[in-house]
T-cell receptor, first 115, second 110 residues
Framework: GAGVSQSPSNKVTEKGKDVELRCDPI?????LYWYRQSLGQGLEFLIY????????KSGLPSDRFSAERTGGSVSTLTIQRTQQEDSAVYLC?????????????FGSGTQLSVL | QKEVEQNSGPLSVPEGAIASLNCTYS??????FFWYRQYSGKSPELIMF????GDKEDGRFTAQLNKASQYVSLLIRDSQPSDSATYLC??????????FGKGTTLSVSS
C-alpha cells in the first residue's frame, strides 16, 4: 500500500476484555513504532521494532501490553484486560531503516474506547 | 528517563507574525531533532529535522538547535491561519525510538 495502514480505525470494548490492534507498515520499511496519544496529550512511546533486532519495549506501560511483528512486516499490539485508562488513539509509524534522521510515516491510528 | 519539554500553549499570534516554538530535552546524547505538525484529529506529519548546531531554513520555517543549552526551536514566519495546529518536538539517538514532547498548540488569527 501507499501508506501505513491501521485497523480497526475505531474500537469500543468493555473493561476487562482483550483487544488487538493491527499495523501494516509501508512496504520495505524495516523500522516500526507504536505510540499512544491520550486526549490533548503528546505521543507516548510504546515499542519499537528495528529489523531483526530485539524490540525496544521500554515504553510499554504494563505487562498487559505486548506487541509482535511477524515476518518483519505486519505488527499487532495486544492489550489484555483493558482498563478505562487505556482509552486513547494508538498510532503506528514506520520508517525505511530506522536511522536517526529518517522521517516517520504515521498511520491514521486506532481510536480505542474502553467502557 | 529521556524527557522532551514543550510549553503546551496555546500560543496565539496574528496572521503575518512570527511564531516561535521552543523545546528542551534532557538527554545530552540526543542526535537528531524533529518538528512534526499535527492538525486536530489527524496524524503527525514531519515539517523539519535538524542535527547540527545552528539554523536550518525551509521556506517559512526555520529550525534552530543549541546542543550546549539542550534546546531546539521552530520559527514560523508570515504565519497563516492554516498553520494553526499542534507542533510536536521529537528527539532521538542512534538505534532508539523517537521521543516526543506533549506539543504546543498554535493558533493564528486572521
Amino acid at each position: 500500500g501507499a501508506g501505513v495502514s491501521q485497523s480497526p480505525s475505531n474500537k469500543v470494548t468493555e473493561k476487562g476484555k482483550d483487544v488487538e490492534l493491527r499495523c501494516d507498515p509501508i512496504s520495505g520499511h524495516t523500522a516500526l513504532y507504536w505510540y499512544r496519544q491520550s486526549l490533548g496529550q503528546g505521543l507516548e512511546f510504546l515499542i519499537y521494532f528495528q529489523g531483526n533486532s530485539a524490540p525496544d519495549k521500554s515504553g510499554l506501560p504494563s505487562d498487559r501490553f505486548s506487541a509482535e511483528r511477524t515476518g518483519g512486516s505486519v505488527s499487532t499490539l495486544t492489550i489484555q484486560r483493558t482498563q478505562q485508562e487505556d482509552s486513547a488513539v494508538y498510532l503506528c509509524a514506520s520508517s525505511r531503516t530506522g536511522t536517526t534522521n529518517e522521517k516517520l510515516f504515521f498511520g491514521s491510528g486506532t481510536q480505542l474506547s474502553v467502557l | 528517563q529521556k524527557e522532551v519539554e514543550q510549553n503546551s500553549g496555546p500560543l496565539s499570534v496574528p496572521e503575518g507574525a512570527i511564531a516561535s516554538l521552543n523545546c528542551t530535552y534532557s538527554d545530552r546524547g540526543s542526535q537528531s531533532f524533529f518538528w512534526y505538525r499535527q492538525y486536530s484529529g489527524k496524524s503527525p506529519e514531519l515539517i523539519m529535522f535538524i542535527y547540527s548546531n545552528g539554523d536550518k531554513e525551509d521556506g517559512r520555517f526555520t529550525a534552530q538547535l543549541n546542543k550546549a543549552s539542550q534546546y531546539v526551536s521552530l520559527l514560523i514566519r508570515d504565519s497563516q491561519p492554516s498553520d494553526s495546529a499542534t507542533y510536536l518536538c521529537a528527539v532521538n539517538q542512534a538505534g532508539t525510538a523517537l521521543i516526543f514532547g506533549k506539543g504546543t498548540t498554535l493558533s493564528v488569527s486572521s
